[in-house]
Every structure is written in C-alpha cells, then in structure tokens.
T-cell receptor, first 114, second 113 residues
Framework: DQQVKQNSPSLSVQEGRISILNCDYTNSMFDYFLWYKKYPAEGPTFLISISSIKDKNEDGRFTVFLNKSAKHLSLHIVPSQPGDSAVYFCAASARATNAGKSTFGDGTTLTVKP | NAGVTQTPKFQVLKTGQSMTLQCAQDMNHNSMYWYRQDPGMGLRLIYYSASEGTTDKGEVPNGYNVSRLNKREFSLRLESAAPSQTSVYFC????????????FGDGTRLSIL
C-alpha cells in the first residue's frame, strides 16, 4: 500500500508557464511534507517543505499548497525555466516517526521546453 | 563543503559476490539512511540509523546489512549479491527530526550480473 502517490509520471510545460506537480497521501499521521528535485546522475536535493499547520509555503518561484482534508499537496513553479527540468519527488514524514524518516512518492519528471 | 560522500560511484558484481558501499557525512548529522531507487520508482528505505550506535530496518532490508561505524559513517553491505539488487543506492543524512530535510549523496550505481 503506497502511502505517498504521485499519479503523473511526467509533465511537459512551455518555458514561462506554470508547472503544477501533484501528490496525494493516505497516512493521516503525516504532518510534514517535502519536495525534492533530482537531476540525472545526482542525488535528490531539498527544494521546499510545508508543515501541516500551514496551507501554503512560498520560496521564490516555488509554492507548495497543502489540502489536509483531501490529503493532497501540490508544487507550483512560476515561471517555469528549462533548468527546472528534473524529477520531482514528494515526501512525507510524521513527528512520531523515529529518526525523521520520510516516505517518498515515485516522482514526476518535469520537462520545460524553451 | 562535501556534504554526503558515497563510494564507489559505479560497481559491477557477479552473482554471489559481496560488497560494501561506503557513506560519510560531514554535517554532524544524527541520522543516516540507505535507499535504493529502481527505474520509474521512488526511493525505498533499506536501513536507517537514528543515531550513532543504532540501526533499524526500513521497507526493503532483505539481503542487506549495515554498520554505523561512528557519527560520520554508515556502510551498506551486500553479503551475496543477486541480480534483483541491481539498482542505484543513495545514502542520506539529516538532523533526525521529522521537520528536517535529508541531504543525499550522488549515489552508487550497482549492476549485478
């Protein structure tokens, strides 16, 4: 039973437009959510996070929205740039979890076309 | 400013051979993790170490062992490699709290023939 799901394996957008990446979760114990970005042949790098006490967190071109009732979060990138082309992983963790473990989704490959 | 360093970057093994993947972090983090990533899939947790001296199984521990040698180093051992263990292995570290991100190494690409 996959607790964190990214239902879109890939997304293609035009440079300058908005990219919206989605993530759903099933475990109501999750109270912290993170997005990581991964380029080929590199490890994932942390992008942005949100606590369950908030419904929005913004950092420059990146905004994460959390809808707790729907158990859904999304990452918005505005405007999208070719350098944003990467795999994006959604992750979730619970305060009660030992060692700050996170559960990861399968990733969405974003392609931003010039 | 190394962060998390994994060695080797690439390795080819024959079925039945043993191998240890090395990981070291220089951020004084408490917790460390080993993941595997298969094509089209996310990161699956193999083992983790909440703090120096402790290790616990993750989602897919079978066929692996780990050692938290000290606060900096966390190694992953394959005792008898199998083709199903062909994957990209990532080591990560964090402060160990749920609201702290993990920092990843660049991975070890392991092929088992």
């Amino acid at each position: 039973d996959q607790q964190v799901k990214q239902n879109s394996p890939s997304l293609s957008v035009q440079e300058g437009r908005i990219s919206i990446l989605n993530c759903d979760y099933t475990n109501s114990m999750f109270d912290y959510f993170l997005w990581y970005k991964k380029y080929p042949a590199e490890g994932p790098t942390f992008l942005i996070s949100i606590s369950s006490i908030k419904d929005k967190n913004e950092d420059g071109r990146f905004t994460v929205f959390l809808n707790k009732s729907a158990k859904h979060l999304s990452l918005h990138i505005v405007p999208s740039q070719p350098g944003d082309s990467a795999v994006y992983f959604c992750a979730a963790s619970a305060r009660a979890t030992n060692a700050g473990k996170s559960t990861f989704g399968d990733g969405t490959t974003l392609t931003v076309k010039p | 400013n190394a962060g998390v360093t994994q060695t080797p970057k690439f390795q080819v093994l024959k079925t039945g051979q043993s191998m240890t993947l090395q990981c070291a972090q220089d951020m004084n983090h408490n917790s460390m993790y080993w993941y595997r990533q298969d094509p089209g899939m996310g990161l699956r947790l193999i083992y983790y170490s909440a703090s120096e001296g402790t290790t616990d199984k993750g989602e897919v521990p079978n066929g692996y062992n780990v050692s938290r040698l000290n606060k900096r180093e966390f190694s992953l051992r394959l005792e008898s490699a199998a083709p199903s263990q062909t994957s990209v292995y990532f080591c990560a570290s964090s402060e160990g709290w749920s609201n702290q991100p993990q920092h990843f190494g660049d991975g070890t690409r392991l092929s088992i023939l």
